[in-house]
């Protein structure tokens, strides 16, 4: 990948032990696609938590979740997610993870600092930790805010992806996971959570599914025990891990190094059809897929629209492009005429947009297989 590694890196994917700020830095500008970032949370825990048993829950009570106050924790933050905004390559994208302690004080710094957001995401936890004090709601989400290196940025979001992989349905921006549990999470020699806050591999894949491409780099700043490189290696992503603390770093090495990557054709995603070439309907007519004279139809037959010549659509007095044309019938101001004109084959009705997908390989420009052709 040449200039695109980490500084002083042999290979794009690595573990980077020392402090978050020291290792940034040493990286090189431009060089990552995505950021994960699942940083302290300043829970301000004030003692132990106790269950109504009094027995002692597990929290996060480690010295590296502790700040003298609000002002230190946002100049970390700042300083942090300056230097991952430096790293991103101008159409990179970064994805932060919260609670209510922090996540909205990271919003800020992350629109102060140029990153564009995308969109927040609501991880709904299937299994939360209860409230043992019932003193609060039961806590059962965490916070995503994904956003753009800068506003300009043409992040990469394999749509259609996750639309098939929601029964084709556009996926939404509330998440339903269980937390990390069972044989998922990781425990160290006594038997105690290896990591407080190990989030679940699911919630990665979603996201480097969603949000990368194979062969692309993805840092992740706070590593922990390695759930963003165990996954971005098994979908044939490269990553960067940075983690100060040896054992978390320890674990995170002998867990990636159990993971065997998908083979090149599992990791494939469907193709944008925003990014692919534009083929009008006239061309259409031109390679001869649809002949002048042949008729159209909505879904319903309601309407019947005959092709003209020069790549418009006629029906009752009314001569316009397909897109018009389509919106005129409907008495509606727009109208996708790809998906809204049917033709006729085999006694069936199809849209007219799976004529593109033969047009594309008459012009040599598609590789997708063609799944239905006009006869």
Same mark, same amino acid.
């Given at each position: 990948?040449?200039?695109?590694?980490?500084?002083?890196?042999?290979?794009?994917?690595?573990?980077?032990? !020392?402090?978050?700020?020291?290792?940034?830095?040493?990286?090189?500008?431009?060089?990552?696609?995505?950021?994960?970032?699942?940083?302290?949370?300043?829970?301000?825990?004030?003692?132990?938590?106790?269950?109504?048993?009094?027995?002692?829950?597990?929290?996060?009570?480690?010295?590296?979740?502790?700040?003298?106050?609000?002002?230190?924790?946002?100049?970390?933050?700042?300083?942090?997610?300056?230097?991952?905004?430096?790293?991103?390559?101008?159409?990179?994208?970064?994805?932060?993870?919260?609670?209510?302690?922090?996540?909205?004080?990271?919003?800020?710094?992350?629109?102060?600092?140029?990153?564009?957001?995308?969109?927040?995401?609501?991880?709904?936890?299937?299994?939360?930790?209860?409230?043992?004090?019932?003193?609060?709601? =039961?806590?059962?989400?965490? =916070?995503?805010?994904?956003?753009?290196?800068?506003?300009?940025?043409?992040?990469?979001?394999?749509?259609?992806?996750?639309?098939?992989?929601?029964?084709?349905?556009?996926?939404?921006? %509330?998440?339903?996971?269980?937390?990390?549990?069972?044989?998922?999470?990781?425990?160290?020699?006594?038997?105690?959570?290896?990591?407080?806050?190990?989030?679940?591999?699911?919630?990665?894949?979603?996201?480097?599914?969603?949000? =990368?491409?194979?062969? %692309?780099?993805?840092?992740?700043?706070?590593?922990? =025990?390695?759930?963003?490189?165990?996954?971005?290696?098994?979908?044939?992503?490269?990553?960067?891990?940075?983690?100060?603390?040896?054992?978390?770093?320890?674990?995170?090495?002998?867990?990636?190094?159990?993971?065997?990557?998908?083979?090149?054709?599992?990791? %494939?995603?469907?193709?944008?059809?925003?990014?692919?070439?534009?083929?009008?309907?006239?061309?259409?007519?031109?390679?001869?897929?649809?002949?002048?004279?042949?008729?159209?139809?909505?879904?319903?037959?309601?309407?019947?629209?005959?092709?003209?010549?020069?790549?418009?659509?006629?029906?009752?007095?009314?001569?316009?492009?397909?897109?018009?044309?389509?919106?005129?019938?409907? !008495?509606?101001?727009?109208?996708?005429?790809?998906?809204?004109?049917?033709?006729?084959?085999?006694?069936?009705?199809?849209?007219?947009?799976?004529?593109?997908?033969?047009?594309?390989?008459?012009?040599?420009?598609?590789?997708?297989?063609?799944?239905?052709?006009?006869?």
């Amino acid at each position: 990948m040449g200039s695109r590694r980490a500084k002083g890196q042999s290979a794009a994917s690595a573990i980077l032990l !020392g402090d978050c700020l020291d290792k940034l830095r040493g990286l090189a500008t431009a060089s990552v696609d995505l950021v994960f970032a699942d940083p302290p949370y300043n829970l301000q825990l004030a003692g132990d938590l106790m269950r109504p048993n009094n027995t002692r829950v597990d929290g996060v009570d480690d010295a590296w979740d502790k700040f003298q106050d609000f002002a230190a924790y946002d100049a970390f933050c700042r300083d942090w997610l300056s230097e991952c905004r430096r790293v991103l390559r101008p159409d990179g994208a970064l994805w932060v993870i919260g609670s209510y302690h922090n996540i909205f004080r990271l919003g800020v710094a992350i629109q102060d600092l140029g990153f564009w957001i995308q969109n927040d995401v609501i991880w709904r936890k299937v299994n939360p930790m209860p409230n043992f004090r019932g003193k609060r709601f =039961t806590n059962a989400h965490e =916070t995503l805010i994904w956003a753009g290196q800068n506003r300009k940025s043409r992040v990469t979001f394999n749509y259609e992806s996750l639309k098939a992989s929601n029964d084709d349905l556009q996926m939404r921006s %509330d998440w339903l996971f269980p937390i990390c549990s069972g044989p998922e999470r990781l425990k160290d020699d006594g038997g105690r959570k290896a990591h407080p806050t190990q989030k679940p591999e699911a919630l990665l894949h979603r996201i480097i599914i969603g949000c =990368t491409n194979p062969g %692309d780099v993805v840092l992740d700043p706070f590593f922990g =025990t390695g759930t963003t490189g165990a996954v971005a290696k098994r979908l044939g992503r490269q990553f960067i891990g940075i983690e100060r603390d040896p054992d978390y770093a320890r674990a995170a090495q002998e867990r990636i190094a159990k993971v065997q990557p998908l083979s090149p054709d599992a990791i %494939d995603t469907l193709p944008s059809k925003r990014a692919e070439p534009r083929v009008p309907f006239g061309t259409i007519l031109e390679l001869g897929i649809l002949e002048p004279g042949q008729k159209l139809f909505d879904a319903r037959r309601k309407f019947r629209a005959e092709v003209r010549a020069d790549g418009t659509l006629a029906h009752a007095g009314n001569q316009a492009s397909i897109h018009r044309l389509g919106a005129i019938v409907q !008495g509606k101001a727009a109208c996708n005429g790809w998906t809204y004109w049917h033709f006729e084959a085999e006694g069936k009705l199809k849209p007219i947009d799976v004529l593109r997908d033969e047009a594309k390989r008459q012009l040599g420009l598609s590789r997708r297989p063609i799944l239905v052709a006009a006869e």
